[in-house]
């Protein structure tokens, strides 16, 4: 059974930086397409990036250039989303995603994910 456990979350002030760590167990020989996604209170879930396995990325435009997704090739299924100058409106609880992928399936934020983990809460104070 995958699990996705997701860890680095905090309290920040608006300018700073935080780095999101998602360690994943329990894959199969699949290849597994991961995200990040987060949600804020009383708003609908957004995505904000995805890695495939080959290392390919994609963002949701509007989170392009502040987040950068990343994997530690050492250490399997682990992945990263570094954010950078936090606005308060970054306020959200983090969430990392993973899905397996056929092999011509997309492998982006708007696609569905079928694992999710616990999410981790950023605060951003001003």
């Known amino acids: 059974q995958v699990q996705l456990v997701e860890s680095g979350g905090g309290s920040v002030q608006a300018g700073g930086s935080l780095r999101l760590s998602c360690a994943a167990s329990?894959?199969?020989?699949?290849?597994?397409?991961m995200g990040w996604f987060r949600q804020a209170p009383g708003k609908e879930r957004e995505g904000i990036a995805t890695i495939d396995p080959e290392g390919f990325k994609n963002y949701v435009d509007s989170m392009r250039g502040r987040f950068s997704i990343s994997r530690d090739d050492n250490i399997k299924y682990t992945v990263y989303l570094d954010m950078n100058s936090l606005k308060p409106e970054d306020s959200a609880m983090y969430y990392c995603a993973a899905v397996p992928l056929g092999t011509y399936d997309y492998c982006g934020p708007t696609r569905s994910f079928g694992y999710w983990g616990q999410g981790t809460s950023v605060t951003v104070s001003s």
């Open positions: 329990g894959y199969s020989d699949s290849r597994y397409c």
